[in-house]
């Protein structure tokens, strides 16, 4: 029997059709009317199961070994010495500058109005400057199809009125997903009820990361590679994200 969605979720379900049909109807509606889609995402509740990363790959049909989120397991050792596990759940940034863009020779990556950054599969021709453009190792060429791969929000699902799988499937509710130019949304009281304490991953960078976290640990800030603790843990052979 199917358990009703949370009340952030029922919230979001019953914003979306409005959202939708502005965007059926482009000629229709303000610029104000178009969302610009964030992730929130509170490491503090991530348990490192990997439900998000098994439930996108099966919604995204991704070849085995390869994947657009999951989470990365550190271990992390504080001033005093101390070690605990640190999690950094990963994804595609869509960058409000992306890097990605600019580098490609076909025009086949492009951002869209509502923010998202994607991937014309039909233009795109694989050679993988995007690939070593994204400063969060969050690309990949698709071994199936030989074209670029990432993370879209499941702009197919949110099309159709649904929240991404990987925020469908958070069993801990680490990751909230919604409209950041809404401040009624629940994203977005989130991150100002959180203000001062959200961040994202190489700020130095600016790119404008459009996915921030909360409570991540200060050594990961600018840490997506290198050295992690998953040695101990189930790990992806090879982590598209």
């Known amino acids: 029997m199917r358990t009703q969605p949370e009340p952030t979720r029922r919230a979001f379900l019953a914003a979306l059709p409005a959202v939708t049909a502005g965007l059926a109807s482009p000629a229709a ?15 503090r509740r ?33 001033g005093k010495g101390q070690t605990g596990m640190s999690m950094l759940p990963r994804l595609c940034n869509h960058c409000e500058e992306p890097p990605c863009i600019p580098v490609c ?31 969060y190792e969050a690309r990949f060429i698709n071994h199936d ?9 499941c702009s197919h699902r949110v099309e159709a009125g649904l929240l991404p799988a990987c925020v469908e499937t958070c069993v801990g509710g680490a990751r909230v997903f919604g409209d950041l130019n809404d401040p009624a949304s629940t994203i977005s009281r989130r ?20 996915v921030f976290y909360i409570g991540l640990d200060k050594e990961l800030n600018g840490r997506v590679q290198g050295a992690s603790a998953t040695e101990m843990m189930w790990r992806p052979n090879q982590q598209g994200a």
Request: proline content about 5%.
């Open 105 to 135: 020779p076909v025009g086949a990556t492009f951002k869209g109005k509502d923010g998202v950054v994607l991937v014309d599969a039909d233009r795109c021709v694989g050679c993988g400057y995007c690939v070593q453009a994204c400063h």
């Open 29 to 43: 509606a303000s610029q104000e009317e178009v969302p610009r889609w964030g992730m929130l995402i509170d490491t």
């Open 46 to 78: 991530c348990i490192g199961c990997q439900a998000c990363t098994i439930a996108c790959s099966m919604e995204n049909v991704l070849p085995e070994g390869q994947f657009r989120t999951s989470a990365a397991t550190y271990a992390v050792t504080n």
């Open 145 to 153: 199809t030989g074209k670029a791969d990432k993370c879209t929000f």
């Open 191 to 210: 991150m100002q009820a959180a203000q001062g304490k959200t961040s994202v991953l190489k700020p130095e960078a600016g790119t404008r990361p459009s």
